[in-house]
């Protein structure tokens, strides 16, 4: 606590801090979200296979119906 700001010197820091951002468009996020969709069902599906092939395998392997 030793190196405590101002809090309207730390306000004002993290406004000019923000305004240099550079925020995505609205079609980049657009397409971002799109994207992560995607590939959650993806990966979903990928699972879900595997998970279907590795118990396909055990109860092979256990004799297990």
Known sequence: MANMKNPVEYVREVRSE?????WPT??????????VFIFVV??????????????????LL???S
């Open 18 to 22: 923000v305004a240099r951002v550079t």
């Open 26 to 35: 609205r079609r980049e996020t657009m397409v971002t979200t799109a994207m």
């Open 62 to 64: 256990l004799g297990v």
């Open 42 to 59: 993806i990966a979903a599906l990928f699972f879900l296979v595997a998970d279907k092939v590795i118990a396909f395998v055990v109860q």
